[in-house]
């Protein structure tokens, strides 16, 4: 059962345009929503996350909108560039109770890539 | 050393064997995880410990056993290898378990099991 679902698998952008990657869940108990960043041959590392109790998160030329209602979240890259090709991967949790306490689910990944 | 390393890099491994992946960390993390990222499906827990001596299953355990003997180690064991573990393995580590905690991942180890 995948309880994150994230789309695209793939997306191609060109240097300067705005790269959106969505993701939807399904447990409504999940109250903490990170984005990971991949570079090819590294392990992932935090981008930036959301709690639910905000609609929108930015961080510099990265914003998380954070639908409760619809259980959907997305990560958009403004401005994208080059150096943001990776791969994008978000994820949910539980902080307080339940199984998925503490550990996160990931959806399965989208590999942007930003031309130049 | 600093942050998370993980031994080996990479490794093909004859179906039937068994294999320890190796994973050490050096921030003094309570918790810490083995997921198996494989194209498509994310990255899959695969289990985890919340401190030194307890551990507990993930989303995909079978096949895999680990143990957590001090803070710093968790290595991860395929008993018996078969082909559908041919994936590339990431161990990572967090302050806490529970809340708000930022995991941070290793390098990595891509196993190919023939």
């Known amino acids: 059962q995948q309880q994150v679902k994230q789309s695209p698998q793939s997306l191609i952008v060109q240097k300067g345009g705005i790269s959106i990657i969505n993701c939807a869940y399904e447990?409504?108990?999940?109250?903490?929503f990170p984005w990971y960043q991949q570079f090819p041959g590294k392990g992932p590392a935090l981008l930036i996350a959301?709690?639910?109790?905000?609609s929108e998160k930015k961080e510099g030329r990265f914003t998380i909108s954070f639908n409760k209602s619809a259980k959907q979240f997305s990560l958009h890259i403004m401005d994208s560039q080059p150096g943001d090709s990776a791969t994008y991967f978000c994820?949910?949790?539980?902080?307080?109770?339940?199984?998925?306490?503490?550990?996160?689910?990931f959806g399965q990944g989208t590999i942007l890539t930003v031309h130049p | 050393i600093a942050g998370i390393t993980q031994a080996p890099t990479s490794q093909i491994l004859a179906a039937g064997r068994r294999m320890t992946l190796r994973c050490t960390q050096d921030?003094?993390?309570?918790?810490m995880y083995w997921y198996r990222q494989d194209l498509g499906l994310g990255l899959r827990l695969i289990h985890y410990?919340?401190?030194?001596?307890?551990?507990g299953k993930g989303e995909v355990p079978d096949g895999y056993s680990v143990s957590r003997a001090n803070t710093d180690d968790f290595p991860l064991t395929l008993a018996s290898a078969v082909p559908s573990q041919t994936s590339v393995y990431f161990c990572?580590?967090?302050?806490?378990?529970?809340?708000?905690?930022?995991?941070?991942f290793g390098p990595g180890t891509r196993l190919t099991v023939l």
């Open positions: 990572a580590s967090s302050v806490r378990l529970a809340r708000y905690n930022e995991q941070f």
């Open positions: 447990n409504t108990a999940f109250d903490y």
């Open positions: 959301i709690r639910p109790d905000v």
């Open positions: 994820a949910a949790t539980l902080t307080a109770g339940g199984t998925s306490y503490g550990k996160l689910t």
């Open positions: 921030m003094r993390h309570n918790a």
């Open positions: 410990s919340n401190t030194a001596g307890t551990t």
